[in-house]
């Protein structure tokens, strides 16, 4: 396999992550009653609409084909949390308990990306960039899960 296909193969995985996040987000909005809640999710996934673009540009550079959608996995835990918040007595605390989890897997998979030798600096400082972000979102999340419980 050549360097650039490589590079853009795991590209490609964090690309399917960030369609799922954002599909996620978008979904938490439709389970949530909050305003600002809402809002915060919409932010979240505009983010991540952002971060999916900025890959695809990567991944168009290496001379590869960006993935177009989401994962199964992802619809299946999208779907969970639908049907979570339905029989849920708190249905924002688990909306926000699942939102964290889906962001940790996230941080896991920027993380082994990270940890390849040989990136390009201008791959390294996007993926470090997006890491931070989702970072702070977990931790925003962290707290507004305190405020709902």
Do not use: C
């Amino acid at each position: 396999m050549k360097y650039s296909e490589e590079i853009s193969n795991k590209l490609n995985e964090l690309l399917i992550k960030n369609y799922d996040a954002e599909k996620g987000y978008l979904n938490a909005i439709d389970n949530v009653d909050s305003d600002r809640l809402k809002m915060y999710f919409k932010r979240r996934a505009s983010e991540r609409s952002d971060f999916a673009k900025e890959l695809r540009l990567e991944i168009l550079r290496y001379g590869e084909i960006p993935e177009e959608t989401g994962s199964l996995k992802g619809t299946l835990h999208r779907n969970w949390m639908s049907l979570k918040s339905t029989f849920s007595s708190n249905n924002e605390e688990s909306i926000l308990e699942e939102a964290i989890r889906g962001e940790e897997a996230s941080i896991d998979v920027y993380n082994d990306l990270l940890q390849e030798r040989h990136l390009p600096p201008s791959i390294d400082s996007l993926l470090i960039k997006h890491k931070n972000a989702i970072q702070a979102a977990i931790n925003t999340e962290k707290v507004h899960e305190e405020l709902v419980s």
